[in-house]
T-cell receptor, first 109, second 115 residues
């Protein structure tokens, strides 16, 4: 499985944008880039995914580098409820997700 | 609530006992996954089913672990002769078969404590 690298933790102020980076230099052409997050005491929750183009949904935006070797999850206005561990995952087919350590996002009021 | 349901939410058992966890996926999701998560780590894949067929089980941690999905609906994960190292959160997820999206929806998990 192709590997992803994320910072262990990040801090943000409430109502400010947050950019969560992910490096995946060994990504293959068929790998989709998925982001999940896990709030305390809950199972992981899907956030967004993309292949080549930038993507937006109601939760976040995903910016994918032109060479696809890195991506950034963007939360436009962080709230206290966005405090979670965010996982960047490469996925090529309908089977398992391979989670790394993720980035623990702390949001300060 | 039509999300993924797991039962029980918490299980405390003594070393050497057998435990069984149940997962009810979102209806009409034909793929079902089991993961294990230890403290401070990301979830680790164990096994998955497409309908009643178990398509991947090489990641089950030992032969003490087994999973079933007899009618392609709910699934059970059994751990025989539990050990203290089995203490973890066991997560279930389901997804539809459309590969391009294949978003997995997770339950809240079953937390196992082996004393």
């Amino acid at each position: 499985d192709a590997k992803t690298t994320q910072p262990n933790s990040m801090e943000s102020n409430e109502e400010e944008p947050v950019h969560l980076p992910c490096n995946h230099s060994t990504i293959s052409g068929t790998d989709y880039i998925h982001w999940y997050r896990q709030l305390p005491s809950q199972g992981p929750e899907y956030v967004i995914h993309g292949l080549t183009s930038n993507v937006n949904n109601r939760m976040a935006s995903l910016a994918i580098a032109e060479d696809r070797k890195s991506s950034t999850l963007i939360l436009h206005r962080a709230t206290l409820r966005d405090a979670a561990v965010y996982y960047c995952i490469l996925k090529w087919a309908g089977n398992m997700l391979t989670f790394g350590g993720g980035t623990r996002l702390m949001v300060k009021p | 609530d039509t999300g993924v349901s797991q039962d029980p939410r918490h299980k405390i058992t003594k070393r050497g006992q057998n435990v069984t966890f149940r997962c009810d996926p979102i209806s009409e999701h034909n793929r079902l996954y089991w993961y294990r998560q230890t403290l401070g780590q990301g979830p680790e894949f164990l096994t998955y089913f497409q309908n009643e067929a178990q398509l991947e089980k090489s990641r089950l941690l030992s032969d003490r672990f087994s999973a079933e999905r007899p009618k392609g609906s709910f699934s059970t994960l059994e751990i025989q002769r539990t050990e203290q190292g089995d203490s973890a959160m066991y997560l279930c997820a389901s997804s539809p078969q459309r590969l391009a999206k294949n978003i997995q929806y997770f339950g809240a998990g079953t937390r196992l404590s082996v004393l």
